[in-house]
């Protein structure tokens, strides 16, 4: 008979792995922060629409890579966190060249 695997999750972790994972592997996710936006499709005068946007941490249990997902929940982006931290750093520095405010 298997047992559960009883190493600890990662601390970030708020899954509740009897309700989400079934049979299969454990699957590590982290709170879903929500950051409301605007986005803007095609060529001026733009097509201007709400968006919200998902950011969550997730990791198979036993694999040293974290991953970040990004998107509307349908279509989305995983990175790792170091690829997402490179991704921040930029967007910092594109947001000062554009004259936003601090961040």
Do not use: F, K, N
């Amino acid at each position: 008979m298997h047992q559960p695997d009883s190493t600890p999750c990662p601390p970030w972790c708020v899954a509740d792995h009897a309700a989400e994972d079934g049979r299969g592997r454990r699957r590590h996710r982290g709170a879903t922060v929500t950051v409301p936006g605007i986005a803007l499709r095609s060529a001026p005068p733009h097509d201007v629409h709400g968006v919200e946007l998902l950011i969550e941490l997730h990791a198979e249990h036993g694999d040293p890579v974290v991953a970040v997902y990004i998107g509307d929940g349908e279509d989305g982006i995983d990175i790792t966190t170091e690829t997402a931290a490179r991704v921040v750093r930029r967007l910092i520095e594109t947001l000062h060249t554009a004259g936003a405010a601090p961040i």
